[in-house]
């Protein structure tokens, strides 16, 4: 161990302020990407005076769970607002703020190598928690608290930027969708299961209409450290494709499963676990070619009648999302029963093309300018993993 680290049950202390006069009725839990977000526990009858009282400066963590998400849910309270969190959370402050400063700490709870760790401390029970005595023993750095708020500051600085562009993105979208419904959902057609727009199957505006490949197809001793990219969940979360994440496969493996290469203008869906998340490949990428996962499919347009943008925003309306969603499959694990051919049958609106192209002019622009911020943040997300590994010279 370096000569400058520390164990951190040097610098924090348990503390525990209970919510018994009913301060508030905001509970919040804390997500795997170490931020809070209002809790899924259902607390009807619950009482909720027994609860932790947080406020602003304190830390929180959930030490359940580790063994299997293979990270230590931890975040550090900023708001004004106190909240309240689970009796079962451990609730913690730094003993003296001259020396060790709180979001240095976060920084330092945020590096992969915390969370690996944290992983290896875990009791052999199904879940696998930690003990106070385990966070505590673990070893940190401690350097002039000065050095400390320049690290904080450059920090800040990249994540700020992030917040800006993620912020811009989120507009960007909602100007699509806007124009979206005042283009189309105004047309009577649109509503009308009866009329033109209706009157063919998806399948026929449709080029291409894959799987993604067996799970038996691509095993774990297939991925490389470079190669063609393999799709996971995380990559269709937005309207646009996430470029983090990836795992990769050799260029002889991806030509074996060509039938699941998606590229630019495909729309992938999800169609297991995590249902109807919906991404457009988009012209502007690191890759010329993705390989789809096991849990998606991709359609592929047939752009002399349906575009690809108008199926993205379609299948991210409440109509067009009970659509996708109407074949699920609610026993077992959530998944869309046969979704290739489901989705080929499925009778959506389709709009005559020359409608689509004139809102398309706007919304490619629209998107290509949403792609190269999603570029920029990817390469700010970057940066800040390397300032977080620094923390250990």
């Known amino acids: 161990m370096k000569s400058n680290y520390e164990a951190l049950g040097k610098h924090i202390r348990l503390v ?11 509970v919040l839990g804390i997500s795997i990407d170490k931020e809070f977000m209002p809790s899924v526990a259902n607390v009807i009858g619950t009482d909720l005076s027994r609860y932790k009282l947080i406020s602003k400066g304190l830390f929180a963590c959930n030490p359940m769970h580790v063994g299997r998400d293979e990270r230590l849910p931890i975040a550090l309270y900023e708001n004004e607002e106190p909240a309240i969190v689970s009796p079962a959370y451990f609730m913690f402050e730094i003993i003296d703020r001259a020396v060790l400063n709180e979001e240095y700490l976060m920084m330092w709870f945020r590096r992969p190598e915390f969370d690996r760790e944290c992983w290896f401390m875990t009791d052999g029970s199904v879940r696998g928690g930690i003990t106070w005595d ?21 920090y800040r600085a990249i994540t700020r930027r992030i917040a800006m562009k993620k912020e811009i993105n989120d507009n960007l979208v909602e100007l699509c969708k806007t124009e979206f419904m005042r283009t189309f959902a105004t047309h009577p057609e649109y509503r009308d299961e009866q009329s033109d727009w209706f009157s063919h199957p998806l399948g026929k505006s449709l080029s291409r209409v894959a799987m993604g490949p067996f799970g038996s197809n691509i ?4 991925f490389v450290d470079h190669g063609v990219p393999v799709l996971n969940g995380d990559n269709i979360s ?13 260029e002889e493996k991806a030509s074996q499963l060509k039938n699941s290469i ?13 249902l109807g998340q ?9 890759f010329d070619r993705y390989v ?4 998606q499919f991709l359609l592929t347009c047939e ?10 925003f379609y299948f991210h309306t409440d109509a067009g999302r009970r659509k996708l969603l109407a074949n699920d499959n609610t026993t077992g694990v959530p998944s869309i029963a046969k979704p290739t051919s489901y989705i080929k049958a499925l009778h959506i609106p389709i709009p005559p093309i020359e409608l689509q192209q004139n809102w398309a002019v706007l919304v490619r622009a629209t998107l290509a300018a949403v792609a190269d911020n999603n570029l920029e943040m990817e390469k700010l997300i970057g940066f800040a993993q390397t300032l977080l590994s620094g923390l250990s010279r």
């Open 16 to 26: 525990d302020y209970r919510n018994s006069e009913e301060v508030t009725s905001t």
């Open 134 to 154: 385990d966070l505590c023993r673990i070893q940190l750095p401690v350097p002039p608290y000065e050095r400390q708020l320049d690290v904080v500051e450059s």
């Open 219 to 222: 095993k774990t001793d297939c």
């Open 238 to 250: 937005g309207y646009l494709l996430s470029e983090r994440s990836f795992r990769y496969v050799e």
């Open 262 to 274: 998606a590229v630019s203008g495909d729309i992938v869906i999800t169609h297991r676990g995590t």
């Open 278 to 286: 919906v991404a457009l490949v988009p012209d502007k990428t690191k």
């Open 292 to 295: 789809i996962s096991q849990s």
């Open 303 to 312: 752009q002399c009648t349906l575009l690809p943008e108008y199926i993205l």
